[in-house]
């Protein structure tokens, strides 16, 4: 069953500790995203990676890290140094890097701080 | 830079009326422009895309879109909408101005209700 599948769905964090987002997938996509969504204001950029071992920054990356060590998974780290973090996280790949290369999403993780 | 604007939070509308939801994107170079469906605690299915061509698109679900580069819009439409068809839609638009990176930009999202 081809797809991206993100782990865990729900995931609840105290302040200062950092969490792992998990993404995975079986498309033998080359192009991973992580994007940040919060009410009312659309999905934000947070990083992205085009290769393995490789990746940059979004708009938002402040406060998060990622790696690229394998093709299939680009997992995200939100660190206590982000300073609101509770929303939901969605993970998305594309085939190539063109602006013509569709984007598919995962299903998301809802990350609330306690 | 680029920017979407979705003119509408939310759209409610009656089962088998028609719909139009609205976007507008800013850029001074070719864009390349899309629709998303996100249902509830779900991640985002693409609709229809506009890439190059004729500029009225047929997406999946009967949404169809038309892309007017002088009004610099990209509208959707369905003739008749269905309970179903409840979710929040989102305009997004990229272009080649960020150089080699391929980035999406978002609008902030429409949520359509169809009430019975």
């Known amino acids: 069953d081809g797809g991206i599948t993100q782990s865990p769905k729900y995931l609840f964090r105290k302040e200062g500790q950092n969490v792992t987002l998990s993404c995975e997938q079986n498309?033998?996509?080359?192009?991973m995203y992580w994007y940040r969504q919060d009410p009312g204001q659309g999905l934000r950029l947070i990083y992205y990676s085009q290769i393995v071992n490789d990746f940059q920054k979004g708009d938002i990356a402040e406060g998060y890290s990622v790696s690229r060590e394998k093709k299939e998974s680009f997992p995200l780290t939100v660190t206590s140094a982000q300073k609101n973090p509770t929303a939901f996280y969605l993970c998305?790949?594309?085939?190539?890097?063109?602006?013509?290369?569709?984007?598919?999403f995962g299903p998301g993780t809802r990350l609330t701080v306690l | 830079a680029q920017s979407v604007t979705q003119l509408d939070s939310q759209v409610p509308v009656f089962e088998e009326a028609p719909v139009e939801l609205r976007c507008n994107y800013s850029?001074?170079?070719?864009?390349?422009l899309f629709w998303y469906v996100q249902y509830p605690n779900q991640g985002l299915q693409l609709l229809l895309k506009y890439l190059s061509g004729s500029t009225l698109v047929k997406g999946i679900n009967g949404f169809e879109a038309e892309f007017n580069k002088s009004q610099t819009s990209f509208h959707l439409r369905k003739p008749s909408v269905h309970i179903s068809d409840t979710a929040e839609y989102f305009c997004?638009?990229?272009?080649?101005?960020?150089?080699?990176?391929?980035?999406?930009?978002f609008g902030s999202g429409t949520q359509l209700t169809v009430l019975p």
């Open positions: 850029s001074s170079v070719s864009v390349y």
């Open positions: 998305a790949t594309s085939k190539g890097q063109g602006a013509t290369d569709t984007q598919y």
């Open positions: 498309l033998n996509h080359d192009a």
């Open positions: 997004a638009v990229t272009d080649w101005s960020s150089g080699s990176a391929r980035q999406l930009t």
